[in-house]
């Protein structure tokens, strides 16, 4: 909830990655729907959100720390790294109903994982099966 209380500001693929100083994380084979830029006292952030083929939408909320941003120093490139078990760690959210008409229909289920890759922090979040988003956080790019 704090990423999105944000002020973010519409941006291209190629501007996000300019303001972030590193190439934009997306999961491949997914359509990209928009993507935002904005900035907090302690980073710059971009905010990626896809289509999922059911449908529903995966955001991506990109962190990136200005005075370590450039990417991985040995290849230049974000890196995902792996956690202490090897896979990212998966929790559940529910998700307060946004307008009334939606107190009425049972909450939807968020899986979140927060993921490392080179100087960027990126946390996913989507309406997806702890399974089914570790596939996503394989495929980020």
Same mark, same amino acid.
């Given at each position: 909830d704090a990423y999105r209380a944000l002020s973010w500001r519409?941006?291209?693929?190629?501007?996000?990655?300019?303001?972030?100083?590193? +190439?934009l994380p997306r999961v491949a084979g997914l359509d990209l729907l928009d993507a935002a830029i904005a900035a907090?006292?302690?980073? /710059?952030?971009? /905010?990626? /959100?896809? /289509?999922?083929?059911?449908?529903?939408?995966?955001?991506l909320f990109v962190e990136v =720390?200005?005075?370590?941003?450039?990417? =991985?120093?040995?290849?230049g490139q974000l890196q995902a790294a792996p956690s202490p078990a090897?896979? +990212?760690?998966?929790?559940?959210e529910r998700v307060a109903p946004a307008t009334p008409a939606e107190t009425e229909t049972p909450p939807r289920v968020l899986n979140l994982a927060w993921?490392?890759?080179g100087v960027a922090r990126v946390l996913v979040i989507a309406p997806v099966a702890p399974d089914s988003l570790r596939v996503l956080v394989s495929r980020i790019r």
């Open positions: 519409a941006a291209g693929a190629e501007e996000a990655s300019a303001w972030l100083a590193a +190439p907090s006292a302690e980073a /710059r952030l971009a /905010r990626v /959100r896809q /289509r999922l083929p059911g449908g529903e939408t995966v955001e =720390d200005p005075a370590g941003a450039g990417g =991985d120093e040995r290849t090897g896979a +990212p760690a998966i929790r559940n993921v490392r890759m």
